[in-house]
């Protein structure tokens, strides 16, 4: 239903974003059908992974229900892992930071976000790090946040303009 609701947004919009809750629920399938790509953002902590294995369990199972058993395709231009609220200080983080990496091997996004206090009181004030005022924090701690969120945006773009490429370079070859 989504997959086509969103039609009259596709033709308005370069990039649609649709963030969903981490379970798998009527929302998230909509959102996953409906999408090109996926970003799954991963904390390094063992719990945050385990249920990450879950989600793809349970991902391969309704994709089989609702698309392959039905004759149906469906791909994605880029699946990629982000490591999220990694903490430096944590030293559990690197082991589980090894497990994503072997598991998820070459979808796992070459940036990291870092556990910052910037994320947490942007977030409880419901806005993000592009809504803070950088004179109202410490310079480095601004810039660590920053660049990171600006590295996961340069990836996802350069994917999306491969895609587009692609797509471009088929209808061309068509
Ligand atoms: N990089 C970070 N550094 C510090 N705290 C963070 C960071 N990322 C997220 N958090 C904290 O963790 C909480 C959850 O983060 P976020 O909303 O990104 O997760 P989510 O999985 O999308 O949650 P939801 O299910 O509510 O959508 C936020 O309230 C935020 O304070
Ligand atoms: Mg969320």
Redesign the pocket.
Known sequence: MLNNGIDAARTKYDVIILDT??ALSYLTINALLASDGLIM?LPPSTLDFTSSGQFWNLFNDLTANLVTNRGKTKSFDFVDVLL??VDANDASSSVVREWITAAYAGMVLPVE?????L??SA??EFGTVYDTDPASINARTYRRAYDAYERVVELVEEQINTAWKRQLGEQHGA
């Open positions: 809750s981490p953002p999220a609220r976000i870092p556990k910052t206090a994320t947490a977030s409880a």
